[in-house]
């Protein structure tokens, strides 16, 4: 199985790689935060309570998003690989990972690390907010938050995939294709590795 863990702050252009990386390898994409959302329109408990936290740029707990994890990957065990985008976004969400993959016999291939400044950040947020319709895309202080929750809780995680040798950054400014190339790159050097 190919498993990639695609890694950045909010608006660093994982979902757009994402997309383009399904595509070239077949994968199959869980993004926590589209599950949540999807939670959410559905009006399900856990969507009301993960909404409260969602709209005040805060993480959900560990466990909520490790569940809806573990039943996907349950549920789709003849896949390719799959690529997780926004999750894991904590050091015990990265351990929970890999015991669940463990589980049937795989692992992580590579973590992808999309590298965009902070002032990048705030103006694709803002701009991604007048249309994506996300009422945490709106608000500069909201978005702000975001990225907090991410240097202090999320950061970390790049260390837990360094440590594994399976770490790899790449410039998120620049063309879509080019940004797409360089993780062709990686994946290509991991799969062979
Ligand atoms: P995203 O669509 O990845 O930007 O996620 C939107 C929001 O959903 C985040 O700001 C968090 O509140 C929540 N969320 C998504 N994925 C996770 C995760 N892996 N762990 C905790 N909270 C998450």
């Given at each position: 199985m190919l498993n990639l863990v695609l890694f950045g702050?909010?608006?660093?252009?994982k979902g757009t790689q994402s997309q383009k990386l399904i595509e070239k390898y077949g994968l199959i994409h869980l993004s926590t935060g589209d599950l949540l959302r999807s939670e959410i329109s559905q009006g399900t408990e856990l969507g009301l309570k993960a909404k409260k936290l969602m709209d005040e740029g805060l993480l959900v707990p560990d466990e909520v998003v490790i569940g809806m994890i573990e039943s996907k990957i349950a549920d789709n065990r003849d896949a390719a690989g799959f690529i997780f985008d926004?999750?894991?976004?904590t050091v015990p969400q990265a351990e929970a990972l890999d015991q669940l993959l463990e589980k049937y016999d795989q692992g992580i291939t590579c973590m992808i690390a999309l590298q965009v400044d902070e002032q990048e950040l705030v103006k694709r947020l803002l701009l991604r907010g007048k249309t994506s319709g996300r009422p945490d895309d709106a608000d500069e202080a909201l978005i702000q938050k975001r990225v907090v929750e991410y240097n202090t809780k999320t950061r970390p995680v790049a260390d837990y995939y360094a440590q594994q040798g399976k770490f790899y950054a790449i410039d998120?400014?620049?063309e879509i294709e080019d940004i797409f190339a360089k993780s062709c790159e990686i994946i290509g050097a991991c799969q062979l590795a």
């Amino acid at each position: 199985m190919l498993n990639l863990v695609l890694f950045g702050p909010p608006g660093a252009g994982k979902g757009t790689q994402s997309q383009k990386l399904i595509e070239k390898y077949g994968l199959i994409h869980l993004s926590t935060g589209d599950l949540l959302r999807s939670e959410i329109s559905q009006g399900t408990e856990l969507g009301l309570k993960a909404k409260k936290l969602m709209d005040e740029g805060l993480l959900v707990p560990d466990e909520v998003v490790i569940g809806m994890i573990e039943s996907k990957i349950a549920d789709n065990r003849d896949a390719a690989g799959f690529i997780f985008d926004g999750f894991p976004r904590t050091v015990p969400q990265a351990e929970a990972l890999d015991q669940l993959l463990e589980k049937y016999d795989q692992g992580i291939t590579c973590m992808i690390a999309l590298q965009v400044d902070e002032q990048e950040l705030v103006k694709r947020l803002l701009l991604r907010g007048k249309t994506s319709g996300r009422p945490d895309d709106a608000d500069e202080a909201l978005i702000q938050k975001r990225v907090v929750e991410y240097n202090t809780k999320t950061r970390p995680v790049a260390d837990y995939y360094a440590q594994q040798g399976k770490f790899y950054a790449i410039d998120g400014i620049g063309e879509i294709e080019d940004i797409f190339a360089k993780s062709c790159e990686i994946i290509g050097a991991c799969q062979l590795a």
